[in-house]
Each structure stands twice: as C-alpha cells, then as structure tokens.
C-alpha cells in the first residue's frame, strides 16, 4: 500500500495536478486585482532580537522601547510581545525572564532538514539523533517545527508541517530511513528530481580550450548539485510569505571544495551564493551542521563541504556548528540563539504584488544592539508562483492546523463508513455550496482529499479539477472513497481556485474499528432529502490511470442514491418532516435475511421523543450487503438538536445491531 500510495502522490503533484497553472489571463489578473479592495489592512508581525553590549538576550523592554519602519515609513507599534527563555546555562541566572503570553501571536519555528545526498549512513544517523535531542530538551511548547529531507532520488520531501505536536514530530524522525544518495521513507515530495533529466553522458564542449575538459562524472554531480540549490531557493521563496523567523537546522557534509570553487565554471558558486543570500532575505537562517566524520577526509581537503555550510550560515545570518557529535552543546546554543525575542505587531494595507517591504528597528536602551528580520514580502498573484511554492501552499493549508497564509471558509463534509472490508470502506462527500463559495468556485477549481493519521501522517489523498460553472444551477456534491486500516483519522478536504488561487477546506473525523464488525452490523446510513425543482449532481475526481479499484461509485454504495435528492450534511432547514435514509446492513452466513429496521428521534436538550414512523421502500442484497432504502415521517422539526438512532434485527438468527446520529435543526 505505501509504494501504491508513493507512486499515486509523485504522478499526482507532478503531473496532473499542477498543468493548469501554467496559463494565465488578463481577466485573471483583473479577478485578482478586484480581490485587493476586500480586505483593507492585516496585522504584520516582525521578529527582533535584542542584546546587550555584553551580547547576552536584552530582557524587560517594552513597547514603547521600539521603533520600527516599513519601507521608511514610521508606523504606529499596536501589538506587543516578549519572549524570554530560562536558559539552561549558568547565565540563566543573570537574565530576569519577562513574563511571555498565554496564547502568543508568533511563535519559533524550526525546520529541521536532512540531506540524504551530500552524507554518509553515520552522518544520517548522527543527524537524526541531534534532531531528536533539540527535540526532547530544548522546543518549548509553543514552538512549531517542520521536517524535510532532500535526495536526488525523490528531491526535497515533506515528512512533517509546522506543528506543536512534538511526540508526533519524533516519531516521524525515527521513522525516516533515508540512505545515502537515496529517499527517504514517507512524506511527500514537493519538487520533481528529474523534471529536466539526468543524462549519462554529457556532452563536453568547453568555451576555453585551454581549460581541461570537465568529465562527465563532474558535470552530472556539478548538475545535481544545482538541483539541490535550486530546489531551496523554491523553499527559500515560500518561506519568504510565512511570518516571523524560520531557522533552518540543516544537516549536511556540504558540497566539496573543489566542485564550489572550481575556476572552470563558477556556477555552482553563484548559484548558491544566491541561493543563501534569499535564504537570509525571507528571514530563515540556517544553522549548518556538520555531519561529517572528523578525520574522514584529513588526507583529501578539497573533498571537505565545511566551506559551503559555513558560507551558507554567515550569508542567512544563522551559525555554523561543525560537529555534529557536540549535539548536545549545539542544541544549547540554538536555544540562547533563538529562544529570547520580542514580536512588534502594527498594521498595513493588504496588497497581492510579491514586492518586498524594508523593515528598520531601533531600541532606545543604551547599548543594546537589534537584530531583526530585514523585511518581508507581499504575497504574489496565484498564477505566479512556481510548482513547488503552489504545491507546498497546499500541502500547509491541508496540514496545518492554523493557516499561515491565509483563513480559508469551509463547506460542509461527511465522513461515512460503509464496509466490513479494508478496501473501499469510507465515504467522504462535499457539499460545494456556490453561494457560499463564489470566491473560489467562479472558475476552474481543485479539490483535493487529504486522510491523515493520528500523527497527522497523510496516508492518502485524491484530487482533480473540476469545472463548477459548467454545471449551471445543479447543486454539486463530490465525492472520494478511501480504503483506511483500524484507527483513527481525519479527512481534510481543500477546494482551491486554479486562477486566483482562493481556498475552501474542511475535515471532518473518521473511525475505522480495530476490531472487524460482528456477522450482523449496520454502517453510517446516508439520509436525503428529495429535491423538488432543483437538480443534484454527484462528481468524484479521480486519478488518471486510476485503479480498477478505485472506478467504484457513490451509486454502487447507496444505489438508491439519485439526482432528485439531496444528502443532509451538517444541517437541515426546519419544518421538514420527512426525509429519506440509505441504510446498509452486514448480514454475513445469512441467506435470506429478514431485517426489522426501526428508527427513533429524540431532542437532545429536552430529552423529549419525536413521533416517527419508518417504513420499507426498498430492499437489495449485494454479497454480505442488505442495503435498504426507509422512509422517515415525524411531525414539522422545530430548530435543535437531535439524535437520530436506528435499530436492525434479523428474524432467523436474532441477531441485533444499532446505531445512532446527530441531526442539527436551524
């Protein structure tokens, strides 16, 4: 299942998914320019680090203390915070901590990344270890922290987004094994390796000829490593939206000497000159360690990478640690490095133009010196951010469990379980309210299932386009059906604009028993109301080259299901008083089943017992399934809160089942 679910996410993110983002408009940029009056101001958050002239965290300033310009205009500082970390040094003692805030606006962010290509087995291990140490001793409980991990097989992958979930966030780190020169278990690659191919010959035709020909083995690595600095600067770009700080705990043996500084082409020196220099501009430093064996290349200098990471440290403005077997005094370090702030809060007019603002702050103590993030960019128009900015936007907002780009509205999702097998057991479907969307579904749109794990893990996704307008005045459902192992998961459903690049996302909770259902069991009923004038349209979205499992269809779970009837999501009007219900029903070892559904309504503040009939309309057996289609008649339904429960019994072997759900009233 996980190869299947591997080769599903890279023909899926490189492929299908992003191709229409390619083309452009003048009626895009026109739709996306009317978006900028919407919203009028956003609050900005900027970082600062301030130290005393003995260079130890400057504590107890206050709001008043700073001054702060954007772009060299003066702005009014409306919010305030400081952060002060008791120190795990003996200087500790001489710092007053300043009380921090319960529920702070800009918390520290880590990105802790792997190199799995320019590294040995003992680094990778070495680094896994130093990453779990910070981990365990040193991030703070409103910290966030990602994990990536790079390799010319798979490129940068995801393991991990931004969470305070710091259990969750070691587990994934144990669980990588990543090798030498290969990928990582896991995650989700956010860069195609091999989009512009590796060949294994390379043509060699020098511009001088007086330079020794290059060999091919030169140009291929001088080629991968490109790659890789390309692949950041896409990283380095995305970043560049978040607020505040993002260190960049990078564990790497580095690019060798002689490759970096080779006279013969200095590409790779400029590439990665810039690549550090727009690391340092969206305000990620990176804190390079190496993890390289000391002694391994004594004989060989111009093999050593400490160059390159010391280079890439000094130009984002983070620190070079060059042993990775000194974790433990590395990991203190990062904490006095990072963890004493102030967050400075004021407010500016939103604008969609990418272009970079100038940040200048100033400290009235005496004597103190202040570092803080040297500006921040504005969001760029959808259609012109790159593959890997767009994918890994989308990959925040699914993971994410505060969006830092944006609060997308959310649509109504149901997540249904309707089988005893693995395969093909769960149902999720949207409802895709245009009024409520207009944003988002005006044109071409993405919607996209992501199944996360109880570690926020995704262990499946589906997704396409669909074309919204087209359908006219139909009220459209969409649909994705999921084959989940026991445990517990949550669907978190995107729904993004491909022009504008406005989102939707909801979730919705769903449990898969660790125990297989008894012979005799009832699933998630799906109820419906009937449609009187409109039309109802059920859409699934599938993968090209889908699976034969995967052709499966809403219908051939509720074949009762039709475009005269609308599923009830998470509400319905009141004064209804009937409404429709397709049950299904595991009858396994029984024949000809006789089954006696019966159904009770009851108002939960009350307590009170709704009068309700439920009759039979129709009945189908399918392998182990009775699927029944019931008729529910009750009195007009005032606004509240109901349960609604359902209980089956089999007349020849007695056997029982029941099940109960919520029905909101407004």
Known sequence: MKKTLLLGVLFFFFFGLFCPWARGSNQVQQNQESLQHEVTVTLKLIQVFVTDKDGKPATGLGKTDFELWDNGELKTVTEFEAHTLILPQTQAEEIKPYPAPTAPKLNRKFFFVLDFEKNDYVGAIKAKKAALHFIETQLQLTDEAAVFSYSQMQGLVLHRYLTKDHPSLKKTIQGMRGMPGRRAAGGIPVQNPYEDGVPAVLPTTPSIPEVPLDSPEIQVERMKTNRFINVIKHLAKYLGYLPGYKNLIFFSQGISRSLIYDQ?????????????????????????????????????????????????????????????????????????????????????????????????????????????????????????????????????????????????????????????????????????????????????????YFVLDGQKNIVDFKGGEVDLPSLGNKVVYHYSVASLNPGAYECRTVLRNLETGRTAMSSAPVIIPSKSPAGFHLFSPLLVLPLEEEEAFYLKVTRTKEKKSDTISLKDIYPFISNTAVPIMEECRAGISMMLGIVRCLVKDIDQPKIELTARLREQRSLEEVPLTCSLLSSQKTGDLQIMLVQLKFPALKAGDYALRFAAKEATSRRKSDLSRELKVR
């Not at 809060?345 to 603002?357: A, I, K, M, T």
């Open 264 to 448: 013969r082409d200095l590409s790779v020196l400029a590439n990665f000159y810039e690549m550090s220099r727009e690391l340092g501009a969206a305000n990620s430093p990176v804190y390079a360690v190496n993890t390289e064996r000391v002694g391994a290349h004594l004989k060989n200098s111009e093999a050593r990478g400490n160059d390159s990471l010391k280079m890439l440290s000094d130009l984002s403005g983070g620190k070079y640690f060059d042993n990775v077997d000194h974790y433990q005094e590395i990991a203190q370090d990062l904490q006095v490095s990072t963890g004493n702030y102030y967050v400075l809060g004021y407010y500016v007019e939103e604008q969609w133009n990418g272009q970079f603002h100038e940040i200048k702050v100033k400290v009235g103590r005496e004597g103190c010196t202040v570092a803080a993030q040297g500006g921040y960019f504005n969001p760029e128009p959808f259609l012109k951010l790159n593959e890997a900015e767009k994918q890994l936007q989308l990959i925040a907002l699914a993971l994410s469990d505060r969006p830092l780009l944006q609060k997308p509205p959310d649509f109504p999702l149901l997540a249904l379980t309707v089988s005893p097998q693995l395969q093909n057991n769960v149902v999720f479907l949207s409802e895709l309210q245009k009024e409520n969307l207009k944003e988002i579904v005006a044109h071409k749109t993405e919607i996209t």
